[in-house]
């Protein structure tokens, strides 16, 4: 895999400066033996760097559509790329390694080990990919700490809130220094003020880091935080340019 980055945003053209680029992408289920379309033909750009949004009502697609993106998921037809990537030449095997490797992932549930210590749970995914025990350490306490959860290394995830849980599955999904994070409703279990706080993490992750961020959430606060907010119907993003944030 070539090694990519420090490419500037300044172009939606081009391929090889998208974090995401999905075209015609559709998704059919088969569910009791009757079809259901929950993609019909998604075209997506998201360029790196940017916090972005897919936003849309229960059902439009949402997550079909960031399970694909994230390689976890296969679309029906269409193509994928993710960091110039074309998921349909990689094998299953491959692509896990690319998730492995390019991605993190931060879902509504948290997805915590129970377990294992907050720590331990941060480090999982660097003994994933064979990272030795020093780096390992200072990434590990490094994110603890950008999270604030430095205090919190030796504790249990139910020893803490809902907020600090998914303080933690953030750390755990920038760890292996991801090129791309997919949250799929981060903010559904928290409440207004802790939800506030975890969508600014976000937006404060990725001006510091330079990572790109894509969230699919129904939850409307994520417009005060976004670069770009796309809006997913029935399966097909609403072109609506005054969704759009002014450039950055
Ligand atoms: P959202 O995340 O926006 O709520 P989803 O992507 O979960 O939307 O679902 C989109 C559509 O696909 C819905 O009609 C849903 O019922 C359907 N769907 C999702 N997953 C499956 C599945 N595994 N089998 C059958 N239908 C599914
Ligand atoms: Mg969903």
């Given at each position: 895999m070539t090694e990519v980055l420090?490419?500037?945003?300044?172009?939606?053209?081009?391929?090889?400066?998208?974090a995401v680029h999905a075209i015609a992408v559709t998704r059919t289920y088969s569910a009791g033996g009757k079809p259901v379309q929950a993609l019909r033909g998604v075209n997506l750009e998201v360029p790196r760097g940017t916090l972005t949004a897919l936003m849309g009502r229960s059902g439009s697609g949402k997550t079909t559509l960031l399970n694909i993106i994230g390689g976890l998921d296969r679309p029906t037809s269409g193509e994928v790329l993710v960091d110039g990537e074309k998921f349909s030449r990689l094998s299953d095997r491959a692509l896990a390694d690319f998730r492995r490797h390019r991605l993190g992932f931060v879902f509504q549930s948290f997805a915590?080990?129970?377990?294992?210590s907050a720590y331990e749970n941060v480090e999982l995914p660097l003994r994933m990919i064979g990272v030795g025990r020093k780096e390992r350490g200072q990434r590990v306490r490094f994110w603890l700490e950008t999270v604030g959860l430095a205090d919190w290394a030796s504790h249990r995830p139910y020893e803490l809130s809902g907020g600090q849980q998914q303080r933690l599955a953030i750390a755990r999904a920038l760890v292996n220094r991801p090129h791309l994070v997919l949250a799929d409703e981060p903010t559904g279990e928290l409440d207004t003020t802790t939800g506030r706080q975890i969508l600014a993490l976000f937006k404060e992750i990725v001006e510091r880091e330079g990572v790109t961020i894509l969230i699919a959430t129904h939850?409307?606060?994520v417009r005060e935080v976004a670069t770009v907010v796309h809006q997913l119907r029935d399966g097909q993003i609403v072109v609506n340019e005054a969704e759009r944030a002014p450039a950055q």
């Open positions: 420090t490419v500037s945003n300044n172009g939606h053209g081009a391929g090889d400066t998208l915590l080990l129970p377990t294992y939850d409307p606060k």
